[in-house]
Every structure is written in C-alpha cells, then in structure tokens.
C-alpha cells in the first residue's frame, strides 16, 4: 500500500521552532515535487512551501525566511523546519508528495502557537 505518514507536530510558545517530516512508503518511485500546505479553520488550504526534484525550493511569502523545506530521497522524505513561529502559524499541516503516477496526501498534523 502506498502511502504517506506524517509527524512532528505540537505546541510550542511564539518564538519557537519546530521540524515537520513526512515518509513515503509502498513505492519504489522517486519523489518528484513535494510541498507543504497548510489550513487553518475557516481558511482555505494554501500552500507554504515546495521542493522539486531537482531541489529547487519556493515558499510563500508568510514564511520565507522562517521555514525551510528539505528532502532526503533515500528515505523518500520530506522535511519542514520552522522557526520564530507566530500565532498565525497554527494551523494542521499536509504534505504533499509526488512520486510517479501518484499523488499522496498526509494524514495532517496540528501546529499550535500559543503561550
């Protein structure tokens, strides 16, 4: 079965960081794009971060400077450090894989900021 799974997510005070990660399994495929998104309630999902196969990253522009999206293929995972987090940071989290002719969401994790 293929699929993704996610983890690392939690609460932390404003200021703090935290490092996401999200494992594919039940492929042999390459990861080709992978992305981050986010939602937060009432708001649509919008899309934070994304990585290319050929590492090329992009962010949006409510995080840039802040996060940092990474892979490592052999694990066939991905990776979103966040640091200086604000309260407009919470929200659950999904990534988002690519790997040969499938599209794979996680499962969501929550990301709380609040002291």
């Known amino acids: 079965q293929v699929q993704v799974v996610e983890s690392g997510g939690g609460l932390v005070q404003p200021g703090g960081s935290l490092r996401l990660s999200c494992a594919a399994s039940?492929?042999?495929?390459?990861?080709?794009?992978t992305s981050w998104y986010r939602q937060s309630p009432g708001k649509q999902r919008e899309l934070v971060a994304d990585?290319?196969?050929?590492?090329?990253?992009a962010y949006s522009d409510s995080v840039k400077g802040r996060f940092t999206i990474s892979r490592d293929g052999a694990k066939k995972s991905v990776y979103l450090a966040m640091s200086s987090l604000k309260a407009e940071d919470t929200a659950v989290y999904y990534c988002?894989?690519?790997?040969?002719?499938?599209?794979?969401w996680g499962q969501g994790s929550q990301v709380t900021v609040s002291s």
């Open positions: 988002n894989v690519h790997a040969g002719p499938y599209v794979l």
């Open positions: 039940g492929t042999n495929f390459s990861l080709d794009v």
């Open positions: 990585i290319r196969g050929d590492g090329v990253t």
